[in-house]
């Protein structure tokens, strides 16, 4: 599984708002909505890979959990 919603969303939007640089860890938590639970650690390294690429020398750790149901609400 290739996960397009990382680069393609997520990546942008961690790009846009993590630090250059930083001398302390910067802990990041991401809660998402997955249909294979099996998937969790693919999604992890992917992630991870990801952070390593737009921000090589930034120390990272990562915390990602999921939800097996998906909520949808609108903005009026």
């Known amino acids: 599984m290739v996960f397009p919603g990382i680069s393609n969303n997520l990546e942008p939007l961690l790009d846009a ?6 001398n302390i860890n910067f802990h990041l938590s991401i809660i998402s909505h997955l249909n294979n639970p099996d998937d969790l650690k ?4 992917k992630i991870k890979k990801c952070l390593k690429r737009i921000r090589p020398s930034l120390n990272v750790k990562l915390g990602l959990f999921y939800t097996e149901k998906s909520y949808s609400y609108s903005v009026e």
Request: hydrophobic share 40%; aromatic share 0%; no cysteine.
């Open 17 to 22: 708002v993590l630090p250059q640089t930083l």
């Open 42 to 45: 693919k999604v992890h390294e």
